[in-house]
């Protein structure tokens, strides 16, 4: 606990270093308690370590800096879940945090779980106004901020960071009727709910309100996916896709499955070897090696794909009715892409070195 | 009377990291070079290495496989024998 004078003070300390830059509302006992009545795990357990810092983060603390973003106690079990997805190592959280790349976690929730906790999935689903996903995804920043230590100019070396840094949580569309949801596909039922992370970049929007056939749709996002500013250029990894319903039903109402969509881009989302030496991010050893898993690096009209592989794209539905705009991600290529399902009783998961070592 | 919130920091586990007292001299000690990877890390710290060749330290050289992963434990342990360590960020 800490202790100040009075409420303005304790309100002025805590803006100053433990905010995201913006108002919060104090974690004074009784809204902490309040909000741990979201959840049925203990208090006292531990979520995992949280890097650069490497504190412990219980969930009592996830409820802290919960109640501090404006989250709501339903939101709280889905705010656990997607920091358990973010401290898997496999994530390399401390190298998202620390590193100068504007690298920050886009999360994902697919499933019924994302409305029941406020989410929303409509218009402006990115932007502002969205309650839910904001607080939600401000929730993880602070945790990552205030016990991971991820301060910029301090250990989060970002030179110039993102908007989406604040929050960039986004549910998915489970109306638009086009194809099983994320989760579905990602292997559960139309009851479960999935949160997928992935280490990003910000939001580029696609527009086109022309395309009548998925080609032509996919050319204008395929065009966006390959901009030379992107470390996807350089290193086939992994990207998002974040289709409106509308541009989904252009793909969908020609027969066209999510499959189709990562294979058309993997074929398409493509730069060709001289344009990647002419400019961008060209090393002159590790790049022709990650290239050569798929052609011939000397080869200047080789075209080296901004996709791993088909399935390395996350396609989710998104945004509302009124117009034909997408948002491309991509990926800060050191961290993984990885996905999880909220369990039934809310409980969680740890590799068992990490929890050893916090009860030690 | 005071007002009293929750602390959103969490729990430290290890101890605070602080820097190590500075050498008087370098006479005698043994230098740790850890070249993160990153473009350019390795001029910087060459030209590091030859100015203080000039004190007669011979560098143990350890180098991450990529900037953005922590160090291998190898790497941590060859360092860990030496006195001095000198890193930069390159890029």
């Known amino acids: 606990m800490l202790e100040y004078s009075t409420e303005a003070a304790a309100y002025d300390a805590f803006v100053a270093r433990h905010s995201d830059g913006l108002p919060i509302v104090l974690p004074t006992p009784d809204r902490v308690a309040a909000m741990l009545a979201g959840t049925r795990e203990d208090p006292d357990d531990v979520l995992g370590l949280v890097f650069p810092s490497g504190n412990a983060a219980s969930i009592r603390d996830v409820a802290v800096n919960a109640v501090m973003a404006g989250a709501e106690p339903r939101q709280l079990r889905l705010i656990t879940a997607i920091l358990e997805a973010l401290l898997d190592q496999r994530f390399n959280l401390n190298g998202v945090q620390s590193t100068t790349h504007c690298a920050t976690p886009l999360v994902i929730v697919s499933g019924p779980l994302a409305f029941e906790s406020g989410l929303s999935a409509g218009n402006g689903v990115l932007g502002n106004g969205q309650r839910g996903n904001l607080a939600v995804g401000r929730a993880v920043r602070l945790v990552l901020t205030n016990i991971g230590g991820g301060r910029p100019g301090e250990t989060d070396m970002s030179v110039q960071g993102t908007p989406a840094k604040i929050s960039f949580c986004v549910a998915e569309r489970l109306d638009a009727g086009c194809w099983p949801s994320l989760a579905e596909r990602q292997g559960g039922t139309a009851a479960e709910t999935s949160i997928t992370v992935m280490p990003a970049d910000g939001p580029v929007t696609v527009s086109d309100h022309r395309s009548a056939t998925p080609q032509r749709l996919l050319r204008n996002i395929a065009d966006t996916m390959r901009h030379i500013g992107s470390l996807n250029a350089a290193i086939p990894s992994a990207a998002a896709l974040l289709l409106s319903p509308q541009h989904a039903r252009v793909i969908a109402n020609a027969g066209w499955n999510v499959a189709d969509i990562g294979r058309y881009l993997f074929e398409h989302a493509r730069n060709p070897v001289w344009r990647l030496r002419d400019a961008g991010e060209w090393d002159p050893v590790k790049t022709p090696s990650f290239i050569a898993r798929y052609g011939d690096p000397e080869d200047p009209e080789f075209r080296v794909p901004v996709l791993a592989s088909p399935e390395s794209l996350i396609v989710a539905i998104t945004g509302g009715d009124s117009g034909g705009f997408s948002a491309v991600v991509t990926n800060w290529p050191a961290g993984a892409v990885l996905h999880r399902f909220v369990d039934d009783d809310g409980s969680y998961s740890l590799p068992r070195s990490a929890r050893e070592r916090v009860h030690a | ?91």
């Open chain 2, 1 to 91: 009377m005071t007002f009293v919130v929750h602390d959103p920091r969490g729990t430290r586990i290890d101890p605070a990291p602080s820097l190590a007292p500075r050498p008087g001299s370098l006479a005698g000690l043994r230098l740790g070079v850890l070249d993160n990877g990153k473009e350019q890390a390795n001029v910087l710290l060459g030209r590091a290495v030859e100015l203080l060749a000039g004190d007669g330290l011979t560098p143990v050289f350890a180098r991450k496989p990529s900037f953005a992963h922590v160090a291998p434990p190898e790497a941590i342990e060859a360092l860990a024998m030496c006195d001095i360590v000198i890193t930069g960020l390159g890029g």
